[in-house]
């Protein structure tokens, strides 16, 4: 039995456009027009403020106080699910920092089981570390960070062959078969927690890694004798690139200065944690940013907050902000069913937003 359902709104954002005063026209479940508001016969009773695509967020460790590496069960990505879809992310990537393989290993089985069970929104498994570099490991433990084998990766890759779907390291750390073999399996490779000289980056990037991770963080700086990896991401004419915006990774005023010279290839993550005194990863909060050891370790946002601190800080227009936060991650992982755009033929995957950009609970 055909469903159909009205939703109107005084602005919606497709991911392209805006469009003024309309409704989106869903179908079971799919996207099917998005007309003006006034052309409809039967006129809605609610017009809410802004619909837009939803969020989605690469790299999030965990929620409710589970960290992903401490309690790698369906449980636990089911906290990261609750805790996304409350902050605008119908889709999320759960993320295990530099860990030991059996830690990883379990992480696999989790997303395994939570995707099996019919949990919604996880994408994959994002695998952070251990192959990276110890000089720009950050909060990461530098017992487990080590240099891969060809044997190694594989073995990994066959376990986690379907659920691992991106996987961060230090280019300069892994050679190009390795970059080579993950990419065969599907899987994005990103750069990041990495000393790579300016040269080593390019590199990198021209012969295939197409994204890089949590921009500024945990990698060489651009200095006017030493322009690094933070200099080649910026002159590279394709290459994409995280941001965590949250003020304390990276100041609002340099995120302005990124966005400039990034355009459309910069994009949001959360890089959130959980408050926990368990494991090698002992987040705690402090005031809205968590820190491991004295160490700035995640942060407290939800990719919504993302949208708002983008707007409100940086002074970023509304559009780009979402795009940043839904559209862009969307190019990155290259899955056809989450595009982060609200158009015909697609499905109808949008958040209601009140005036002030808070989350309205509103389902079709």
């Known amino acids: 039995m055909n469903k159909t359902t009205y939703l109107s709104a005084h602005k919606i954002y497709s991911g392209k456009r805006w469009y003024e005063d309309s409704t989106l026209v869903i179908e079971n479940e799919m996207v099917t027009a998005i007309v003006p508001t006034n052309s409809i016969t039967n006129q809605p009773t609610t017009i809410y403020p802004y619909i837009i695509p939803a969020l989605i967020d690469l790299q999030i460790y965990g929620a409710g106080g589970q960290l992903l590496s401490m309690h790698p069960n369906k449980e636990a990505i089911q906290r990261l699910y609750d805790y996304c879809t409350k902050g605008?992310?119908?889709?999320?990537?759960?993320?295990?920092?530099?860990?030991?393989?059996?830690?990883?290993?379990?992480?696999?089985?989790?997303?395994?089981?939570?995707?099996?069970?019919?949990?919604?929104?996880?994408?994959?498994?994002?695998?952070?570390?251990?192959?990276?570099?110890?000089?720009?490991?950050?909060?990461?433990?530098?017992?487990?960070?080590?240099?891969?084998?060809?044997?190694?990766?594989?073995?990994?890759?066959?376990?986690?062959?379907?659920i691992i779907t991106m996987i961060t390291l230090a280019p300069e750390i892994c050679n190009k078969a390795i970059v080579d073999l993950i990419h065969s399996y599907g899987?994005?490779?990103?750069?990041?927690?990495?000393?790579?000289?300016?040269?080593?980056?390019?590199?990198?990037?021209?012969?295939?890694?197409k994204t890089a991770t949590h921009l500024f963080n945990a990698m060489s700086p651009l200095q006017h004798r030493a322009p690094g990896m933070v200099g080649a991401i910026f002159n590279h004419p394709s290459v994409m690139c995280s941001i965590v915006p949250d003020g304390y990774h990276v100041d609002f005023e340099v995120i302005k200065i990124a966005k400039k010279q990034l355009g459309n290839r910069l994009f949001a993550i959360t890089d959130a944690v959980t408050n926990t005194t368990e494991g090698p990863y002992p987040h705690q909060l402090n005031g809205d940013k968590y820190e491991a050891n004295g160490i700035l370790s995640g942060s407290a946002l939800t990719m919504l907050k993302s949208v708002q601190n983008l707007v409100h800080k940086p002074g970023i227009?509304?559009?780009?902000?979402?795009?940043?936060?839904?559209?862009?991650?969307?190019?990155?992982?290259?899955?056809?069913?989450?595009?982060?755009?609200?158009?015909?033929?697609?499905?109808?995957?949008?958040?209601?937003?009140?005036?002030?950009?808070?989350?309205?609970?509103?389902?079709?």
Not at 102 to 112: G, H, K, N, P, W
Not at 347 to 364: E, G, P, R, S, V
Request: net charge negative.
């Open 88 to 162: 605008g992310a119908h889709w999320f990537q759960p993320t295990v920092a530099t860990n030991s393989n059996q830690v990883i290993r379990a992480c696999v089985d989790a997303v395994s089981h939570y995707q099996i069970s019919g949990g919604k929104g996880c994408i994959g498994l994002h695998v952070e570390g251990p192959w990276i570099n110890n000089t720009k490991r950050g909060a990461h433990l530098t017992e487990f960070i080590h240099v891969p084998t060809i044997k190694e990766v594989k073995e990994l890759l066959d376990y986690g062959k379907g």
């Open 187 to 209: 899987v994005v490779v990103s750069a990041g927690h990495s000393d790579a000289n300016y040269d080593e980056a390019m590199n990198a990037f021209d012969v295939g890694i």
């Open 317 to 364: 227009e509304l559009g780009e902000a979402i795009n940043m936060c839904s559209l862009y991650p969307a190019q990155v992982m290259a899955i056809n069913h989450i595009s982060g755009i609200i158009e015909p033929g697609n499905t109808a995957d949008y958040i209601c937003l009140n005036n002030d950009l808070q989350l309205l609970n509103i389902q079709a």
